[in-house]
């Protein structure tokens, strides 16, 4: 069976398992080309046409590892050349008024949210914050997705309301 035969008829069963190797679609091509042109090149050490699959697999899995080991080495082959060229390495944390000024919007989303009566307040939370899809919230509450819907666009808009009115008043004022 000639090569080509082989790798249309197992290429997309490898990449598949690759997607789940590689934990992305992007890496996941890039293996699987990698591995069938090193297949290719060593199709004379396939010792049975039958294992051909297991064999790019293989192959395929050999060439995710080394990506990954690439990945992880990249952040101290790049502070070596920081160090190198003799720059400062930057810390990961924002600038203290950036930690001040994210605080302070994050206590009124709080304090916008606690003000939201109960039906409003549950809905917003658990769709904007934490994600839940309107089916699952309608079940929580008993109500249909179309209330959901409804509630959430009121909350949104009362949320947005009460952080436009907290940070249009003058420092200090309250």
Same mark, same amino acid.
């Given at each position: 069976?000639?090569?080509?035969?082989?790798?249309?008829?197992?290429?997309? &069963?490898?990449?598949?398992?690759?997607?789940?190797?590689?934990?992305? @679609?992007?890496?996941?091509?890039?293996?699987?080309?990698?591995?069938?042109? *090193?297949?290719?090149?060593?199709?004379?050490?396939?010792?049975?046409?039958?294992?051909?699959?297991? /064999?790019?697999? $293989?192959?395929?899995? @050999?060439?995710? /590892? &080394?990506?990954? &080991?690439?990945? +992880?080495?990249?952040?101290?082959? $790049?502070?070596?050349?920081?160090?190198?060229?003799? %720059?400062?390495?930057?810390?990961?944390? %924002? #600038? =203290?008024?950036? $930690?001040?000024?994210? %605080? &302070?919007?994050?206590?009124?989303?709080?304090?916008?949210?606690? *003000?939201?009566?109960?039906?409003?307040?549950?809905?917003?939370? /658990?769709?904007?914050?934490?994600?839940?899809?309107?089916?699952?919230?309608?079940? @929580?509450?008993?109500?249909?997705?179309? +209330?959901? *819907?409804? @509630? =959430?666009?009121? !909350?949104?808009?009362?949320? %947005?309301? !009460?952080?436009?009115?907290?940070?249009? $008043? #003058?420092?200090?004022?309250?």
């Amino acid at each position: 069976m000639e090569f080509e035969t082989l790798a249309n008829q197992h290429k997309d &069963q490898v990449y598949r398992q690759m997607i789940r190797a590689c934990g992305n @679609r992007e890496d996941a091509e890039d293996v699987l080309m990698e591995a069938l042109l *090193k297949a290719y090149k060593h199709l004379d050490q396939l010792r049975d046409v039958a294992t051909f699959r297991a /064999w790019l697999a $293989q192959i395929a899995r @050999r060439v995710c /590892w &080394q990506l990954k &080991q690439r990945e +992880a080495l990249q952040p101290l082959l $790049q502070l070596s050349m920081v160090e190198e060229e003799g %720059r400062e390495i930057p810390s990961g944390e %924002r #600038p =203290l008024e950036q $930690q001040i000024a994210l %605080r &302070q919007m994050s206590a009124l989303l709080h304090e916008a949210v606690d *003000k939201l009566g109960e039906e409003y307040r549950n809905v917003y939370i /658990w769709r904007d914050l934490e994600d839940v899809s309107a089916k699952e919230v309608a079940q @929580r509450l008993g109500i249909t997705v179309a +209330a959901v *819907k409804s @509630r =959430l666009h009121r !909350a949104r808009e009362s949320v %947005r309301n !009460a952080l436009d009115a907290a940070l249009l $008043q #003058p420092p200090g004022a309250k």
